[in-house]
């Protein structure tokens, strides 16, 4: 039996990274989603499931494999299996937000969260079965138990973060945060993993693509088109925002009744003692 965990540190360290910068935008994306109606909100929301499901999630979950190597034979990856564990994530994903984000009460957390961490366990293991090597992978059971309810407690943290948090602190501290929670499920997974080499020897490589020959296009395209998705977005934010009304000044209002004696003309009291008198001096007139 060979033992996959052990691996370089690069590869755990890009992926950590990876899954940050995923965490980033999905949270970033779903605060957004929180404050937009209509159909600037399914933007957002698909934006959210896309970076958090497809780039925190599954991104990081293929670039730690490619640190693994098992002795004796070489790696190779399904295509199928590998984009249908891809899509997995990103529909579970999007549908645990869907589910918390506009109904922010304890039950929808709670119904949440299972859904978000056996998906993201579904999409774990779906990887693995996308691997084609020369000989029989085993999984224990005890580190499958392991693997699932720590992807269910990072799910539900996750989805507590995104539908709650908000501001940049906040949301660079949850990310860090996040992507130790999804570190630490893939490697609970993997560390139950170990392969028995077949007997006898084998020319050539199993069926299927190599590592690189699978991330290049789906991990550069995913970001690309994250990239280009957050740029429209962000260019259209203003369209969200309700238009300003400028305040007329108040006017006092005209009395629709005349005022009393309004129409009779006030005349000046005559004040005998200030008014000139004929001769030129001041005092009452004769």
Known sequence: MLDLLVQDWPAPALAYLVSVIGSYLGLSFAARARRSTGFSRWQWLGLAALTLGGVAVWSMHFIAMMGFSAPGTAIRYDMFLTVASGITAIVVMGTALYLTLFDQSLTRLL????????????????????????????????????????????????????????????????????????????????????????????????????????????????????????????????????????????????PTHPLPNSGRERQAPRNDWTDASPDGFGGPHR
């Not at 366990?121 to 000989?135: F, P, Q, T």
């Not at 501290?173 to 130790?180: I, T």
């Not at 309700?242 to 006017?251: A, D, I, L, S």
Request: aromatic fraction near 8%; glycine fraction near 10%.
């Open 111 to 254: 119904l949440s969260g299972p859904i978000a961490g056996l998906g993201v366990v579904s999409m774990h293991y779906m990887g693995m079965a996308s691997m084609n090597i020369h000989g029989e992978m085993h999984h224990d059971l005890f580190w499958i138990i392991i693997a699932v309810v720590v992807a269910i407690v990072a799910a539900t943290t996750a989805l507590w973060f995104a539908s709650r948090i908000r501001g940049q602190l906040a949301i660079v501290s949850a990310s860090l945060v996040m992507a130790v929670a999804v570190s630490l499920m893939h490697y609970s997974g993997m560390a139950g993993m170990q392969v028995e080499p077949a007997e006898g020897e084998f020319q050539g490589a199993p069926e299927g693509a190599t590592a690189f020959d699978l991330m290049l296009p789906l991990v550069v395209g995913l970001f690309v088109f994250v990239l280009i998705c957050s740029l429209f977005l962000l260019l259209g934010a203003d369209d969200d925002r309700p238009p300003r009304t400028t305040k007329q000044p108040v006017r006092p209002s005209t």
